[in-house]
């Protein structure tokens, strides 16, 4: 045992002032340390993945099945068919929080027989942790809908998939949540003699479906205008039935798995990338694994780390690592992030929609370039509407969309929020304090990073925040212009209006005057611009004026 | 195998309308399933504990290790002493983005040498999963902070620790993100011959002080005002000192471990406790692991689920605990929850802090009787000033805290919120548009039911929002009063004036008519509330409009 060195005197831990407290420590209990499972987190703190309430969480659990739907769609470039059916298990009663079965059906391309147990019954398990842009990400929302309805109602829950081969298998499974592990209640199988392939999801749940109802029909109206492709169908308790029809007849392209870019990785994924690369030396290694390098950058990086290029990749230091990973972040002359791993909405879809729900008087839209954060890339696409049906207000309608998705709740929470409310000075684009004014906002990326499981809010990474402040002010300028013109117009009918009014009285009282006949005014008046209605207008303002002071 | 039964029929799942899709299916890649540990999942995604760009992680880390020392003070009823010292690492650069090193230390019970690689190295480990009221909750938030300096920084970090007993263990660790495991690189004794108790944590992390200096200073000025016993020092990278004096000698209670409430337990919780119970029958089984259960409510409650009472606990069935907890959610007349486990701040506490501040005109403090969410007790304190340093404007100011933590980031994501914009029709209670008007809210909870793993805003808990509503309520209709009185003052007043002003004229006329002397008005304007005062100011003001009017 050595002696308490210098330092730790410094930062007094070893000085004599705090003995009294020994004795009260003498009394103390012991702590109890232990460690829980994932699944056993989300148990003890659903609200951090959305499902706060019996109403929320009928909602989240739509939600949540509905995009690992569109998704299982999307990578098997299959036109979605999705049916929800949400019935009431209980017997009427008083309260709003009831038992609820609720049923997703798509016809997606289903899940290997092997993985159908893990994949719902397991928190942290999934197929999309990939770098690939696609609704879900976490691994935990679908299970998490699944746990919800077991520890509300302790029923076991039914899983119904293929991948349209020979079988179609049915299990009951429940949730071990202490290990985080499914438990199999049963096991079926049947022939699948017409190739179906898709998932069945069913299961019962304690819901409030009369305070969820708007926003369920809301995200779902969302989803469809976001996804045209899609069929969605939903009956709700009550027996009413909601389609929301597919209007477009093709696949949208689906994303790629991308290499990450080599902006903003860190040593932890570097040392992913090197475990798992089949690339020998450490040119081949930065060319081979990570997007928009060549090899002239990667020279020219490995010199900046001081690392020999022949240096056989697995057999780098650590030290040599970080000095890569510093190297990577000093160079500064990447080309940007590839950009056909992303599948934005797209500018015209945007214009349509928006006109299809406001018919604005203004829109312009825009979509950034690519750019990146940590390595991963994304596109932001915004809009500004203004007029038309848009409900008037000192507040601003914010529509907010990520990876085709529509984000209903925590909207103060967003990244976009605070990009509308602090970094725009909306005066400064002439916008009136009661306007009509509705702002979208969109982004696609590999990884979009919410700030909350429940996949609500975004959060405001430096990079995203500044494309989207980028993308809200051009919009905004184009406003401004319009908003000028707008006044401009205004400011010369005004002054138009006072010539055509009284350019034939002066011509007439200066015709008396000067005893001459009256001046043909009209090319005059052509000059100025007048046409012959404004001054017909202005003519019958007049007279309207004139018979209500002295009367008709 | 079997035949496809007609339920799935129903669904669609067998109809042969989908064969057309089979083709697509057949070029689709298969989907790689994996599963990730939270460690994993946290290094993904680590927007969701709030580490979201280089200005707010730096805030986190500083939050969340403070936060640890309050709780391993607390415990063992030691007062804080906690020294925070932030320096920059590298030498001055352009940016705002640099690396510091971060050291925080504390004088609180410490941690076994045993515990203290995973506690500090592995994610979901913790002492905090008790049923007790504590700052940190989620076994996530310290090894965050550290898990972030090491993938921004590639540092492994120090932890020096002792609980008082003979040796001081100084451990050098990093984090296996995969593995969710420490990885020891060092680890030294020395030995404690004072006695020293507590922690030192010591690490490198990438980190934007510049724009996160405010937010600091104000969460440590918050802390120390709701922790009065506390000692907290910070050293910023200028060299700056921040003290924050302890100001009250004592140490509050601390917080104790409770039994689970009834109300809202589930099956998982149930079968927990029979796991973990040393009861026999399910009488002494519901006497014992609950709180508030008496021997008559344990009967009635057996009844209502159909089990016999002498039923041994640990040989119910499924359905039986299931029948159970149905029985506990429909009983209904369970006394309220047991408070001596929440240290709610205090009324006087309180008070003392927003009269500090605020000095306001007006000041309504409310503790609402303790309340329970799914078996779990709470206690909601709110305030309501108005007027003073309050800054004016249309916005209410609001200030929460989540025991005893000051919640700084995502307002608008948080129940309280919620709370004061919709629920409250301020209107109504005569608050004008433009006004100085604060809130302030409070909820001590052994498990405050967070929206996010950052610990910033709180889910919209049906009973939470509920009894938030009715203390804001309680207040409101206090500063109504106030309000009233204030304008019902400001109309007396001014008929007042207007008897002083013309009373006098009266008399006087009408003592000239009657040709009577000049009556005595003393008695009439004392029977009038009218002092000399007044009459005087009313005098007075009559002559200044006099000389106004005429010219003096």
Redesign the interface.
Known sequence: ?????GR?HR??????S??K??I??ER???????????AD?F???R??AGF??PS?SLYMSIRELVENSLDACE?????P?I?IELTQVEEDSEKDVRTYRL?V?D?G?G??AE?IP??FG?I????K??FKQSRG???VGGTMALLYGQ??T?NAFKI?SS??KK??HEYRLMID??ENKPKILEH???????????T?VDYTLEADYTNSKSKIIEYLSKTAVINPHSNIVFIDPRGRLYVFARVKETTPEPPKEAKPHPLGV???TVN?LIANTRSRDCVSFLMNEFQKVGRKTALDVLKLANIDPRTKVKELT?EQ??AL?DAIKAYGRFRAPDTSSLSPVGVEFIEAGIRAVYDPEFLHVVQRPPASYSGIPFIIEAAVAYGGNIPEGEDIHLLRFANKIPLLY????DVS?KVISEKIDWNSYKVPKVKRLAVLTSICSP?V??????KE?I????EIERELTIAIRECARELRLYLSRIEKGEAVKKRLNVYAKYLPKIAKFSAELAEKPLPDLKPIFNKLGLTEKVIKEVAAEEEAEARELYGG
Chains 1, 2 share one sequence.
Not at 75 to 79: E, K, M
Not at 410 to 413: I, L
């Open positions: 045992m050595r002696r308490v060195p730790l930062l007094g831990v070893a000085d004599g705090i003995k407290s020994r009260v420590l103390m209990v012991e702590q109890r340390f232990e460690q829980i499972s994932p987190f148990y003890r703190n609200d951090i706060s309430n929320r990578i098997g470039r299959i036109l068919n049916w049923v059906k016809n391309v899940v290997e993985h893990k994949a397991t942290l398990y999934g197929s942790y990939g990400t976490f691994g520890i509300t302790n119904i991948t349209g079988e179609i949540i202490v079926k199988t049947y022939p699948n003699e017409n190739g179906w392939h898709g069945v860190d040593v932890e992913r650590f690592v970080t990973v925590d909207e103060r929470a929020w990884k990073p919410y700030k909350t499981v429940g809010a959060s405001d990474r430096p």
